[in-house]
């Protein structure tokens, strides 16, 4: 069966970067996308960008492109974010979720890597 | 990217329908039949409950259901349920090749 793990909870001073893992299992890791998204304490979802597994090819928000970091191990169905120059505004549960190219929705997700950004 | 807008909350009795609008632009819901809705109970993720516009996914209930007209989608909740209480966020491609969520709704179960 599909399984997607993330790694654990996180706490980061400003100014300092982050990397969350998401590991996948029970499918063929390079015919998906992975997706992130995070949600900020009582506020909606926000998408971040997207990795293609399979020739590794990303989209960034706008918001976020120039601090965020998609990278893959293929050998171990594993997709990573790297979140830089961290603000208190990117204090956050963080997701990653399956994709299939081209169908437009997420159907599997982690369970969530919270973030929390303090001096 | 502009979030898709959505009703802040919207409540119904066991047993009601009721109705939950997401409203985007021609460049995102009206672009692409790549629009999906997620319910997402508090501190757990999201589950997908509709993909391509109108599809359930396997395991979801027939009382989901969803259409879209023009650039507004719509995700309806027949025969309400105490479980069904949750917020609910739309989504959808955009013609800029990123994705964009709704504001997302709180669905009460009085």
């Known amino acids: 069966q599909v399984q997607v793990v993330q790694s654990g909870a996180e706490v980061r001073k400003p100014g300092a970067s982050v990397l969350i893992s998401c590991q996948t299992s029970?499918?063929?890791?390079?015919?998906?996308?992975i997706q992130w998204v995070r949600q900020a304490p009582g506020q909606g979802l926000e998408w971040l960008g997207w990795?293609?597994?399979?020739?590794?090819?990303?989209s960034f928000s706008h918001k976020l492109r120039d601090r965020l970091t998609f990278n893959q191990d293929i050998s171990a169905s594993t997709a990573y974010m790297q979140l830089n120059r961290l603000t208190y505004d990117d204090t956050a549960v963080y997701y990653c979720?399956?994709?299939?190219?081209?169908?437009?929705?997420?159907?599997?997700w982690g369970q969530g890597t919270p973030v929390t950004v303090s001096s | 990217q502009t979030a898709l807008t959505q009703p802040a909350s919207v409540s119904g009795s066991p047993g009601q329908s009721i109705t939950i609008s997401c409203i985007g632009t021609?460049?995102?819901?009206?672009?692409?039949?790549?629009v999906a809705w997620y319910q997402q109970h508090p501190n757990r993720a999201p589950r997908l409950v509709i993909y391509?516009?109108?599809n359930r996914p396997s395991g979801v209930s027939s009382r989901f259901s969803a259409f879209r007209s023009g650039n507004t989608a719509s995700l309806t909740i027949s025969r309400l349920q105490a479980d069904d209480e949750a917020d609910y966020y739309c989504?959808?491609?955009?013609?800029?090749?990123?994705?964009?969520f709704g504001t997302g709704t709180k669905v009460a179960v009085l």
């Open positions: 990795i293609n597994a399979g020739y590794g090819h990303m």
């Open positions: 021609s460049s995102d819901i009206g672009a692409f039949d790549y």
């Open positions: 391509g516009v109108t």
């Open positions: 029970g499918y063929t890791f390079t015919r998906y996308s």
């Open positions: 989504s959808s491609y955009t013609t800029s090749r990123t994705y964009v």
């Open positions: 979720a399956r994709d299939l190219p081209d169908t437009g929705f997420f159907d599997f």
